[in-house]
Structure formats: C-alpha cells, structure tokens
C-alpha cells in the first residue's frame, strides 16, 4: 500500500478496515467511524455512512465528502460527530491521512478510571511511546466546536497519533489506512494487556525509561513496513 494512492485503492482499504475492525470487536454498533484522505486539487474525503454495519462494509458504500460534510459520490448519512472529529482533525494535522475513531472496549477503559495512562509496562505499549495524547471529556461531539476541540490536542502534541478521549474512546491518526490500522490493533492490545495486568492487583512493573526508548526507536524502524504486511495479510485471510 503506498502513502498515495487512487480513489479505487482507497475504497478497498478503508472498507476493509472496517469489516476487520468489526471482526476484532474495535466497533460499537453502527457508531464509529474511519476516513481518509484523498489526493486531489480539492478537500475531499472517503468516510462510512451512518447505518451500515461496520461487518458488512463494501468500497461502494463508503461516502465521498467535502470540507464542509457535503456529499459528493454515494448515498447514506454523514454522522454529525463523524463530520466534526473527522474533518477537523485532517485539516490540524495533514500527515493524519487516515482517522480512525473508535470506542474499543480495553482502550476506552483507560478513559474510565482516575489517571487512566497507557503505561510502558510491555513492550507492545513502547510502540506508543511519546506518541499519545490525552484530552478531558467534552461530549459526543454532535457540534463542530467540540471536534475543534479534539483537533487542537493534535495541533498541541504534533508526534501524537493517539488521542485518548476522556470517558469517551480514541482516535487514531496515520499517514496510511494501514498503518492506522495496524496502530489500532497494536493499541488495542496493549491496553488489554495492561487492563489484565492491573486486575492482578499488583502494581505494574515499568520498563526502564531507556529500554523503553529503545524499543519505541526500534518499533519505528520496521512500522511502516510491518503495518502494510499485516494488513495485507489480514485482506488476503479474510478474502478483502
């Protein structure tokens, strides 16, 4: 999958983004939602319509939309809380070409409790090293102010790729749907891991901050090309 690629291109994966998402359990009911940016002269974005299961998602479903949430190609609804996290949060941090924002069961869980941190206790979790953000609780983000809000912690913290969302869920931001992809999936188990870990009672054991940087560094190294791996073999099991 290349940082640049055609409309067609884009269709197929952030459909089947969706549809694996829903089959890892990432999705909550028809809410949600992915998009991404297509190239082009104009602000144009592919994102999914309001009503259709994540489960059942096709390229032809998904909705070409411009700046201001107007339809362009497809049919179905734009999801209000979709068109302002999603719209805002392109336009505050452009190497974001693809968003996704989800209420996914572990990470939001660290939005629940006091202090709720994803802490570098496993080395699945260094992959987010200096790469997180967090942010108080504001709503559902029915209003364009309140994605505007969530986009100012992208424009306050530009290495976060991940904003936790206070009593909300998380959004994810990447240069490609894989690579957003694959942070959500990577992400999604390291909170697990450490919701897990901290049933146990006992207190986490922490990395040392040095070991933790260098394994974050030696994520970094093979991301990209780890990310486009992966998620093309998870196309190819699933038959996307």
């Known amino acids: 999958m290349s940082a640049v690629a055609d409309i067609t291109t884009l269709r197929r994966e952030l459909a089947a983004a969706l549809r694996l998402a829903a089959r ?3 999705n909550e009911g028809i809410c949600n939602h992915f998009s991404v940016v297509v190239p082009g002269p104009d602000e144009r974005y592919l994102i999914n319509p309001y009503g259709i299961h994540w489960g059942e998602m096709r390229p032809d479903d998904l909705l070409l ?12 609804e734009v999801e ?11 336009r505050a941090n452009p190497r974001h070409q693809a968003i996704l924002h989800v209420h996914m069961p572990h990470a939001t869980a660290l939005t629940m409790v006091e202090g709720g941190r994803l802490e570098m206790a496993h080395q699945t979790a260094c992959r987010f090293l200096d790469r997180t953000a967090y942010q108080g609780f504001g709503g559902v983000a029915l ?12 424009k306050d913290n530009p290495h976060a790729d991940v904003i936790f969302l206070e009593h909300h869920g998380v959004t994810i931001g990447g240069p490609t749907v894989a690579v957003a992809f694959d942070d959500l999936y990577y992400l999604e188990r390291a909170c697990r891991q450490q919701v897990l870990a901290m049933s146990t009672g006992l207190p986490l054991k922490i990395i040392p901050a040095e070991q933790a940087k260098q394994t974050a560094r030696e994520w970094m190294q093979v991301l990209d090309y780890q990310a486009t791996k992966h998620f093309q ?3 190819r ?3 996307l």
């Open 24 to 26: 890892f359990d990432l």
């Open 65 to 76: 939309i411009d700046g201001e949430g107007t339809i362009h190609q497809g049919w179905g």
């Open 80 to 90: 209000a809380t979709a068109r302002n996290i999603h719209i805002a949060g392109h």
């Open 143 to 154: 209003n364009a102010e309140e994605g505007e809000r969530i986009a100012q912690a992208q």
């Open 233 to 235: 073999a998870l196309m």
């Open 237 to 239: 099991i699933n038959g």
